[in-house]
T-cell receptor
Framework: SQQGEEDPQALSIQEGENATMNCSYK?????LQWYRQNSGRGLVHLIL?????REKHSGRLRVTLDTSKKSSSLLITASRAADTASYFC??????????FGKGNQVVVIP | EAGVTQFPSHSVIEKGQTVTLRCDPI?????LYWYRRVMGKEIKFLLH????????ESGMPNNRFLAERTGGTYSTLKVQPAELEDSGVYFC????????????FGSGTRLTVV
């Protein structure tokens, strides 16, 4: 089954710096999605990239997808303290069911 | 539009008791999913409804878990009897039919079994 695996697990950066997270998966996908979870709150959908797309932008977020390497990256530019959260990648296959990775904890220090 | 609503936000119950979680999806979203995150581990799929039908319930851990979606609107997830290992955060999500749509997740129900 599909499974996203983020790397690194925890990241601590200064406000204003960029944060990059990677995700790898094992099987073919229809799309890959990134989610954020702030402490004690629900999952927030950040961005979806389809299998035929290579790069996508949304505000300060940039996602890349390399289907040949079965990997994706999420870049947050000019980080803010409010970006402190756990970030998950999730892959969706033909059954539209999401398979989540373990998540990255990002701490942005003001 | 209103988001996905889950109730309760927190529940603390004793081992052996019954708990029922509720999820109200976004109106018009035929897909409804339940996921859970146990002890800070991965978020695991539980089951998927399309309208009122169970499309995929392969992630349900055992027969102590029962999910329903009568009428294809809100869904309930009942745990009976609850065990200690059921503690975690239960998320509900909904989406429109078709690939390429992101999911909208609720805030989750934090279940603690003591």
């Amino acid at each position: 089954s599909q499974q996203g695996e983020e790397d690194p697990q925890a990241l601590s950066i200064q406000e204003g710096e960029n944060a990059t997270m990677n995700c790898s998966y094992k099987t073919s996908i229809n799309n890959l999605q990134w989610y954020r979870q702030n402490s004690g709150r629900g999952l927030v959908h950040l961005i979806l990239i389809r299998s035929n797309e290579r790069e996508k932008h949304s505000g300060r977020l940039r996602v890349t997808l390399d289907t040949s390497k079965k990997s994706s990256s999420l870049l947050i530019t000019a980080s803010r303290a409010a970006d402190t959260a756990s970030y998950f990648c999730a892959t969706a296959g033909g059954n539209n069911r999401l398979a989540f990775g373990k998540g990255n904890q990002v701490v942005v220090i003001p | 539009e209103a988001g996905v609503t889950q109730f309760p936000s927190h529940s603390v119950i004793e081992k052996g008791q019954t708990v029922t979680l509720r999820c109200d999806p976004i109106s018009g979203h035929d897909n409804l999913y339940w996921y859970r995150r146990v002890m800070g581990k991965e978020i695991k799929f539980l089951l998927h409804f399309v309208k009122e039908s169970k499309q995929d319930e392969s992630g349900m851990p055992n027969n102590r878990f029962l999910a329903e979606r009568t009428g294809g609107t809100y869904s309930t997830l009942k745990v009976q009897p609850a065990e200690l290992e059921d503690s975690g955060v239960y998320f509900c999500a909904s989406s429109q039919i078709g690939l390429g749509y992101g999911y909208t997740f609720g805030s989750g129900t934090r279940l603690t079994v003591v």
